[in-house]
């Protein structure tokens, strides 16, 4: 009877044993199998493009949109399309403020014009050799603060269209833009009648075909 019940403690210890083991082992394949979706979620989400990145992006810095593109054979092109009206500005600004000052010499009373060749550029010493020259001078002036102004226009133009592009490759990232055009022609019959057709099927990327059926 002893030898009996010692049988059977064992057989029971041996069943709970093999019960926890399998529930621990549920359990484990279990939470492995939720970390595991969870981390392709993180990932998917990760790895997904976004557009509005793409255009946050070029605001504050030119090129920094096609970089997030990937498109980095662009950022050259970006920043020599504003480069060029900055160059410009700062060319245009620094002989507005020289002409202005000459201006401001040759139209104080009397004429300030003592030592004048050590206090303006070279190029400016026309006008004060020759007083008769003013409004020309005038003119040089308006025109530099013309350019200087069109300079602007161009910066924040190209800025714009930098932020266009970025935006434009952001949404065309993920869009089927494969070279894969094939076309078929297949004889059918037309639904609710006995005659004869064509269907053409185009075949674009990976995207569904579509049939085009004539008789």
């Known amino acids: 009877?002893?030898?009996?019940?010692?049988?059977?403690?064992?057989q029971l210890l041996?069943?709970?044993?093999?019960?926890q083991t399998k529930d621990t082992t549920i359990v484990d394949s279990s939470s492995i199998e939720k970390a595991s979706a969870k981390k392709a979620l993180s990932d998917s989400l990760k790895s997904k493009h976004s557009p509005r990145k793409a255009t946050i992006r070029s605001?504050?810095?030119?090129?920094?949109?096609?970089?997030y593109n990937k498109k980095y054979w662009k950022i050259p092109i970006v920043y020599?399309?504003?480069?060029?009206?900055i160059g410009t500005f700062i060319y245009n600004k620094k002989w507005y403020k020289e002409t202005s000052k000459a201006l401001e010499m040759?139209?104080?009373?009397?004429?300030?014009?003592?030592?004048?060749?050590?206090?303006?550029?070279?190029?400016?010493?026309?006008?004060?050799?020759?007083?008769g020259s003013t409004q020309s001078l005038i003119n040089a002036r308006n025109s530099y603060r013309k350019n200087m102004d069109?300079?602007?226009?161009?910066?924040?133009v190209f800025w714009g269209l930098n932020v266009v592009d970025a935006t434009v490759d952001?949404?065309?990232?993920?869009?089927d833009v494969s070279d894969n055009l094939s076309m078929r022609l297949k004889p059918i019959i037309l639904s609710g009648s006995t005659t004869a057709g064509l269907s053409?099927?185009?075949?674009?990327?990976?995207?569904?075909?579509?049939?085009?059926?004539?008789?």
């Open 170 to 175: 952001g949404h065309l990232r993920d869009f």
């Open 150 to 156: 069109y300079s602007i226009l161009f910066v924040l």
């Open 1 to 10: 009877m002893r030898a009996l019940l010692t049988i059977l403690f064992f």
């Open 14 to 19: 041996t069943v709970t044993v093999c019960a």
């Open 106 to 131: 040759l139209s104080s009373t009397p004429p300030d014009t003592i030592n004048y060749k050590n206090r303006v550029d070279e190029q400016l010493y026309y006008f004060f050799e020759n007083p």
């Open 59 to 67: 605001l504050i810095l030119p090129g920094w949109g096609q970089a």
């Open 80 to 85: 020599t399309a504003i480069g060029i009206p």
């Open 200 to 215: 053409v099927v185009f075949t674009i990327g990976s995207k569904p075909a579509k049939n085009i059926s004539s008789r």
